[in-house]
């Protein structure tokens, strides 16, 4: 029901910067977050940032005060702008959103790829 749409990975530099974007398409409801996860080859999966429907964020510590999460609620969009990359962000990065009505679900676009490299 609910289709995911990543854009904005890439190559960069350490010290660079991108931002993601993720538009969703469906219905994903009034109470829900949306955010980003990401995986690295050999390493667990971790979720980056989250945000809900509501405005609170949460954000993993490696991502706090460098990683920045905004959405657009009128276009079921979500985005992370992220500064100050290190080699140790490089990872397949995910957009997600958990949905509340009429069930719980998790649903997560196809994955963009980032790496930060010289």
């Known amino acids: 029901q609910v289709q995911l749409v990543e854009s904005g990975g890439g190559l960069v530099q350490p010290g660079g910067f991108l931002r993601l974007s993720c538009a969703a398409s469906?219905?994903?409801?009034?109470?829900?977050?949306m955010g980003w996860y990401r995986q690295a080859p050999g390493k667990q999966r971790e979720v980056v940032a989250g945000?809900?429907?509501?405005?609170?964020?949460n954000y993993a510590e490696s991502a706090k005060g460098r990683f920045t999460i905004s959405r657009d609620n009128a276009k079921n969009s979500v985005y992370l702008m992220m500064n100050s990359l290190k080699p140790e962000d490089t990872a397949v990065y995910y957009c997600?959103?958990?949905?509340?009505?009429?069930?719980?679900?998790?649903?997560w676009g196809q994955g963009t790829q980032v790496t930060v490299s010289s």
């Open positions: 469906g219905s994903i409801g009034s109470n829900n977050v």
């Open positions: 945000m809900t429907s509501g405005g609170g964020t």
């Open positions: 997600y959103t958990l949905t509340t009505l009429p069930n719980i679900r998790e649903y």
